[in-house]
């Protein structure tokens, strides 16, 4: 049972900024056509999921390439926790994400996921600050996000995003657990997507809970 942190809080007006500007379907195709050889169509979704899934805020987000959308590069569930004048958002795998894919689009699959589905990521969660009309985050601070190889190695993810009421901005790098070298991520700088689907109408009401 994973029990709500929404109302305990004393300031959620950022956190509810963040998600309703977060809802949505984003789109990377204007920054594909600049270098289409190394930048391929990707596709964002953040679908918010109802009050009663955590007692508050959260999305199921899926990441897919245009031409392959049944295969997703990545799925997660995002939990959202004010935080002071931050805004916590916790990130959490599902345990078997084909059951899942294509929730992004399809209300249908989207309510087949639920909280026994989904295993925490532990030191993965994202600190977002408000900077103007921008939320600036980052992976929180203990490089305890870990991300293995294939070749056995270990890595920790260090991740930059940048979200507005329109854009989505982001770059995951991963550094070797001993070294701290990089070893994976972005060589074209960040990764841009442009907001093309609005899902902010489908935000819970939390002023009326």
Known sequence: MISSNLKTQEN???AITLSRWLAGEYS???YTLEIPRTNPHIRIFFRPLPYIFFGGLGFYSEQIYDHDPWHPHHQNVQRIIPQGDNVRIENYALKDPDLHTGAGQDLEILATVTPESLEIREGCAIIFKRQGDTF???VEPG???LIPRRDGSMTYLVSEVEVTQNTWI???TGYDVNTHEKVWGSTNG???FDKIQDFSDEIPDISIL
Request: hydrophobic share 20%; net charge positive; with cysteine.
């Open 28 to 30: 990377s195709v204007k």
């Open 12 to 14: 959620t007006s950022q």
């Open 170 to 172: 982001s770059r995951d």
């Open 190 to 192: 960040l990764l841009k």
């Open 136 to 138: 600036v985050g980052g």
């Open 143 to 145: 490089n305890k996000c």
